[in-house]
């Protein structure tokens, strides 16, 4: 079996080749085309610039991904592409030439949900086979979701932001304290050399006060598992308002103390989730999870709290967007006979069923 997938939802042009071995999806190529550079003079993603982009790279990086892969179109057996979350514009040029090259080739395509993606990167690990039920935290730039899955493409989302992003967080972070974009990776560096303990940030716990029943007892509602980053948004701005022309060792203090607070966040509520749904398999994914100290920190307490739970991390080219993660949730759609029609649209808002 050989699917080629393509995912444009944001900013990266992306196609891969997927393969079969021992009934697991395989990489042969993935070739991912990223624009940072053209939407780094702006301080974040102009969706009219990504588009146009996504039109301009589209055929070449699919091209790049077949010579790699050593195969001709004509191989293909199936197609598949990201259909939604993501920038209209940008999965318009995905969606458009996925749809024209599997008419052109008279093959079926597989419409995929990014946010799938992003979890299903974790099952293109050679060596490591996430057993069911997962709990998988994902955070990417637009999303962060507490997910249990008891089985293949099957979904129960039991905690999320009310407000930003884990990503959008680091990203906002990385803004008020002028440093670049994108905000997470250049949080990350300029912490390594940063002390985490220098200013503190809060830590959210969005736990609803006891309630008395209908007794009169005071009763304990359950810790909620959703998440919230505006505050630590408004703490950093307060912190750089009252700091004008902060010195270079401040902001590296700076950036490795909202790192440690955006860790801390998530790392209080996926302790409570495992606590909660006792999961075989705890899985990262989406942007964030290539953040080495977030990467780390589950690790370690994970560990120490449910030693026999498996703690996956994708490989770090899988983390961001890419389409080898696109093509794997379509390997398991194929496998488990999942119908899909043929008649769908980009849709920005697609949600995680
Ligand atoms: O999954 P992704 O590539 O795109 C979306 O689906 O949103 O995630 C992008 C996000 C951005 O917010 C970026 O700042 C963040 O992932 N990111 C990181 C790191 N690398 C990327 N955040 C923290 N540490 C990193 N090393
Ligand atoms: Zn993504």
Redesign the pocket.
Known sequence: MKILAIET??D?TAAAVISEKDNRPVVLSNVVSSQIDIHKEYGGVVPEVAARAHIESVIPVIKASLKKAKIDISDIDYFTVTQGPGLIGSLVVGVETAKALAAATSKPLIPVN?LEG?IYANFLSETEKPQFPLLSLLV????TLLIYIKDHLSYEIVGQTRDDAA??A??KGAKLLGIGY????I??KLAERGDENKFPFPLIDLTPLPKRNNEGYLEKPEPSLDFSFSGLKTALLNIVKTRPGLTEPEVKDLAASFQKSIVDNLSQNVMRAIKKYQPKTFILS???A???KLRETLGVKIHATSPKIRYLTPDFSL???NAAMVGAVAFYKIKLHQKSSPNFVAEPNLKLT
């Open positions: 939802s944001c990266e990014h992003h990417s730039g637009g999303h990503g959008e680091f990203d994108p905000g997470g990776p949080v990350a989406g942007g964030v290539a953040n080495q983390c961001t967007d």
